[in-house]
């Protein structure tokens, strides 16, 4: 047993892939965007402009700590926000906590994603989206390489078979 953690643009599924991975495994799940909202009683658009965006990323980072050295999904699955890696003290946590599986989406999908989903994301909001994940893909694409384990493409693939291939990294890991 042990916790598999999903890392990725935004966009590119990991909370869908995370919950169903969770469901057929009857594991335990966290979205850790969604036990921020939670712990913290508002949305994370709300978050963003009450107190901005370092604020958010320190909420991001206590919660990780919080994880890390507890059971929460200790056998189980943890989706991150997509901005979770940035951080080198996340990474390193990261690191030490889980199996980290970087789902890889090319940015001509996550474009065509975020254009229709851009007013629930603080990054997004207002922002021309293509330049905005080709600005933000420019920065993170080394550091979700570096925090990963593994790599898991998903440009053309179906849920189910992306659902599969975590299974086996999720067995494998056991
Ligand atoms: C962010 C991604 C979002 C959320 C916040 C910031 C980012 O999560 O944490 O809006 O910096 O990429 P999703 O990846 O679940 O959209």
Redesign the pocket.
């Known amino acids: 047993m042990g916790r598999i953690i999903l890392e990725?643009?935004?966009?590119?599924g990991?909370?869908t892939y995370g919950r169903i991975l969770s469901g057929e495994f009857l594991l335990s799940f966290a979205?850790?965007?969604k036990e921020i909202e939670k712990a913290e009683g508002c949305s994370?658009n709300a978050i963003?402009e009450k107190h901005g965006e370092e604020y958010?990323r320190d909420l991001?980072t206590s919660y990780l700590r919080k994880l890390c050295g507890s059971d929460i999904c200790k056998d189980g699955v943890v989706?991150?926000?997509?901005?979770?890696p940035?951080r080198e003290e996340n990474r390193r946590l990261l690191r030490e906590c889980g199996t980290v599986v970087y789902i890889r989406a090319s940015r001509e999908l996550l474009k065509e994603r975020l254009r229709e989903r851009s007013s629930k994301?603080?990054?997004l909001k207002g922002e021309n989206v293509d330049e905005k994940v080709d600005s933000?893909m420019d920065a993170r694409e080394e550091l979700y390489l570096d925090a990963a384990d593994h790599v898991l493409d998903i440009d053309g693939k179906e849920i189910y078979e992306v659902v599969n291939k975590l299974k086996m990294i999720y067995n494998r890991g056991r």
């Open positions: 990725g643009f935004m966009g590119s990991k909370s979205d850790t965007d994370i963003f958010f991001e989706s991150l926000g997509g901005g979770m940035v994301r603080p990054l933000l």
